[in-house]
């Protein structure tokens, strides 16, 4: 049974709060290095996030296009004018608070079945309401935070001299992406029927998978950038097109336009430059095998290059410190991910009526459920 808590309505307001703490913290670190004349760092920040922004306010309105067909054209309008501001995203907070506030500190003791029961039925908008946020953060997360963290370390290791800004850059980043990822996961086990409830081990066990495999994989095109700039940018558009050829071979009907869904492939592709990426929510133990198994291969690839290209640097401790940075990260992500594929992931998968507009009822009755973006929208 979906259950919308207290403790979530906490974690609600906790990631609004971070949210706007991140848009000040892009600002103030561009700010920074604009004044210092590092205009082009100053340039490429502000273009990661007003490009994330972009996308994400567009698949936001059309969301709401999609969800309030039929409704007053006036309140339409507004939502599209607030989204043209980029502040679409504080719409949906303010309605998953709402929702989530009546629910959470308004509980009924009849938590029955009938989601025509308005307990219930609030519930679910609030459920649904925190879910597409977390959607899109999990878009914001990699078109805007992934590639800032990899930019700042790049930074880092570029130049050697460190600031207070760019270790709180860091820091935000990565508490950007574990958030992204925790609670798109335990939004995924709400919507989903079949998915089982994300407890406190599962939920350390698949944060520390996923940020340690980026983390590692962050690390590997930071060093192959600062050995040539050409070879990442191709490297980087190269598996671009192979994640976005992949997206379009699994034939996603996430959107229900063409123009949006080719949108939805090609920022697939872009989230499957750092991370694996499930979008059809079928068993993945060969995808997932082949994608890690790749970046090992040219993680110690690109180690290996600068054993030979530039042997002087493999004497310079920073490059030490990188190194084993790199390996360790790949190898621990690896078996958290190996523990939580065997212990804590759902070994069932939606079954066939989950995906259909129909589903059985009491006394096997056919009950109307509205399918859910979930349903065309998996990340393991």
């Not at 670190?29 to 340039?43: D, L």
């Not at 600062?226 to 992949?246: K, M, N």
């Amino acid at each position: 049974i979906m259950k919308f808590t207290k403790q979530n309505f906490f974690f609600l307001v906790g990631g609004m709060i971070i949210y706007v703490v991140d848009i000040g913290m892009d600002f103030w670190v561009a700010s920074r290095y604009f004044c210092q004349g590092q205009y082009s760092w100053s340039i490429l920040i502000l273009c990661f996030r007003g490009l994330s922004s972009i996308i994400t306010q567009i698949f936001s309105h059309e969301w709401f296009k999609n969800d309030w067909e039929g409704t007053d054209t006036g309140k339409r309008k507004l939502v599209f004018l607030v989204h043209l501001f980029h502040c679409g995203i504080f719409i949906r907070y303010w309605f998953a608070l709402k929702y989530g506030c009546q629910v959470a500190f308004k509980q009924t003791s009849s938590r029955g079945a009938s989601e025509a029961d308005p307990s219930n039925f609030t519930e679910k908008q609030a459920i649904d309401a925190v879910t597409d946020i977390n959607m899109l953060r999990v878009f914001k997360t990699f078109l805007e935070t992934t590639p800032q963290l990899f930019l700042q370390i790049y930074i880092l290791m570029e130049h050697g001299k460190t600031h207070f800004y760019q270790y709180a850059a860091i820091m935000m980043s990565f508490c950007g992406i574990s958030l992204s990822m925790v609670d798109y996961q335990i939004s995924l086990r709400k919507s989903l029927p079949d998915k089982d409830e994300f407890h406190v081990l599962s939920k350390f066990t698949y944060l520390f998978y996923k940020l340690l495999t980026i983390t590692s994989w962050i690390l590997s095109i930071s060093l192959i950038t600062l050995l040539s700039v050409r070879i990442s940018v191709i490297l980087l558009i190269f598996l671009w097109i192979c994640g976005f050829t992949w997206t379009l071979k699994q034939h996603t009907t996430f959107c229900e336009s063409k123009k949006m869904e080719y949108l939805y492939r090609t920022v697939v592709g872009i989230i499957l430059i750092f991370s694996f990426f499930n979008i059809k929510g079928r068993r993945t133990k060969v995808c997932i095998s082949i994608y890690y198994a790749t970046h090992a291969v040219v993680t110690l690839g690109i180690l290996f290059v600068y054993m030979f290209w530039k042997p002087s640097i493999i004497k310079e401790i920073r490059f030490t410190i990188v190194s084993i940075l790199t390996i360790s990260s790949l190898v621990l992500g690896i078996i958290f991910l190996v523990v939580y594929y065997s212990h804590f992931h759902p070994t069932t998968y939606c079954r066939p009526q989950a995906y259909s507009d129909e589903v059985d009822g009491v006394a096997g009755q056919k009950v109307r459920v509205k399918t859910g973006r979930f349903q065309n929208f998996l990340m393991q």
